[in-house]
């Protein structure tokens, strides 16, 4: 069962939380995170991407970066910046996009559970993009960026939530993204009490998003677990900071695919076999762009879209990866027609989150692309059957928005 334990949070002081927060970390690339910075010199960005603090020509890997962060993070608790939790408690993060809102409980997790599959994965990670955040982890002494987890609605958890949130917040502001996040406090012992107990009772929980930072709090606490041969399981480096959402308040946006170039094939020749693989028809009105319903996707090439319906001989539901309309485009269409043998690591392809729209799509064919693919959704039920299965998703088969900030909520190890 799962050990979703409380703990005493380091956080902003009231007035501060709007400006401290910040999207993670690897939203931005440097130069995007540096132009954050110089506008909002207190975001989390500072501390979350210290190399924005030094010039171009220091690697954004040496050693003084990750230093940095520590210097910062640690300052700024000194001077009040931020404030110690005087008590192990749990946090309600509520995030309200266009009118849609969800609430996840921040707390944190156990890399025991991570180790042996009652926190599910449903991507693979590369060791490279580890590294970086494996070194800041274990320099500042503590993660500052959540892991999104997600959960089966459960009851119980939801009594506590609907009960916390009739209280004043903690925290209250909108991001210049529009979004409004809300934070309370659970204090009570009988709330945090009967929190730790309905998890207790959850069997299965499932990483949304942040596998590479998963994995790197787990290696952290993996090592100081070697540090620390006498460790009792008590540490905080035993459990890495989170929030969990029940699954029925969380929405999956499409993750589009680009091409760079159509493998050699005109325009009609690839339309041609487009068509020997799924049935085609053209659009003529632009709300019709996006999909609307498993099966289907849309094509855009030369001005012109399509949208391509998945047969009903090619549906593999006893294979939940292979049934995805991802895995389908992948298979029958990108690696034998295209040539995208690993969508991974081929630098023909690219990937558009469903937030940016479709003009995107458009966008980039008009500027270094040949023909995109605007796809539906994966489902939550989708991405918790491939887990529990024990099964990966294709490379970029989800995108979840909104998107957790951090410097809300740090734990220290």
């Given at each position: ?25 690897d939203v931005y690339n440097r130069e995007e995170a540096t132009k954050e910075v ?107 960026g959540p892991i999104f987890l997600a959960y089966r609605a459960n009851d119980g ?69 070697k540090e620390h041969p006498g460790y009792t399981g008590e540490e905080e480096f ?176």
């Amino acid at each position: 069962m799962a050990e979703i334990r409380p703990f005493v949070s380091i956080r902003p002081q009231r007035g501060k939380a709007a400006e401290i927060a910040a999207l993670p970390y690897d939203v931005y690339n440097r130069e995007e995170a540096t132009k954050e910075v110089e506008r909002h010199p207190q975001s989390f960005l500072s501390i979350d991407r210290a190399e924005t603090q030094f010039p171009l020509s220091v690697d954004m890997y040496d050693d003084k970066v990750y230093e940095r962060a520590h210097d910062t993070l640690w300052q700024w608790v000194e001077d009040g910046t931020f404030l110690t939790e005087d008590k192990k408690c749990y946090y309600l993060y509520e995030l309200t996009m266009n009118g849609r809102v969800q609430t996840g409980v921040a707390a944190c997790a156990s890399i025991d559970d991570y180790e042996n599959g009652i926190i599910k994965k449903h991507e693979n990670t590369r060791a490279e993009k580890e590294v970086d955040r494996i070194r800041h982890v274990d320099v500042c002494n503590a993660q500052t960026g959540p892991i999104f987890l997600a959960y089966r609605a459960n009851d119980g958890i939801r009594r506590i939530v609907e009960k916390t949130k009739q209280g004043e917040p903690e925290y209250d502001f909108t991001s210049e993204d529009g979004v409004r996040h809300r934070v309370f406090v659970i204090r009570e012992d009988a709330d945090i009490a009967a929190i730790h107990e309905a998890f207790a009772g959850v069997d299965s929980i499932y990483i949304a998003d942040g596998h590479h930072r998963a994995a790197s709090a787990v290696k952290v606490g993996q090592k100081r677990r070697k540090e620390h041969p006498g460790y009792t399981g008590e540490e905080e480096f035993n459990y890495f900071l989170s929030v969990l959402f029940p699954d029925d308040e969380l929405m999956i946006m499409d993750y589009n695919r680009v091409i760079r170039d159509l493998n050699g094939y005109s325009f009609k020749g690839l339309y041609r076999e487009v068509e020997k693989r799924f049935d085609v028809e053209e659009i003529t009105g632009a709300e019709d762009t996006r999909p609307k319903e498993r099966g289907t996707f849309c094509m855009y090439m030369e001005g012109h879209w399509f949208s391509c319906h998945i047969r009903q001989e090619d549906r593999t539901p006893e294979d939940p990866v292979a049934d995805l309309d991802v895995s389908i485009l992948q298979n029958k269409l990108l690696e034998p027609v295209l040539g995208i043998r690993d969508p991974k690591t081929d630098g023909r392809i690219d990937f558009v989150g469903g937030i940016r729209g479709m003009d995107e799509l458009v966008r980039r064919c008009e500027q270094d692309c040949a023909v995109a693919f605007a796809m539906y959704p994966t489902s939550i039920a989708e991405l918790f059957a491939v887990a529990d299965a024990g099964l990966l998703m294709p490379p970029k088969s989800t995108w979840f928005e909104p998107k957790l900030r951090s410097g809300l909520f740090i734990h220290e190890i």
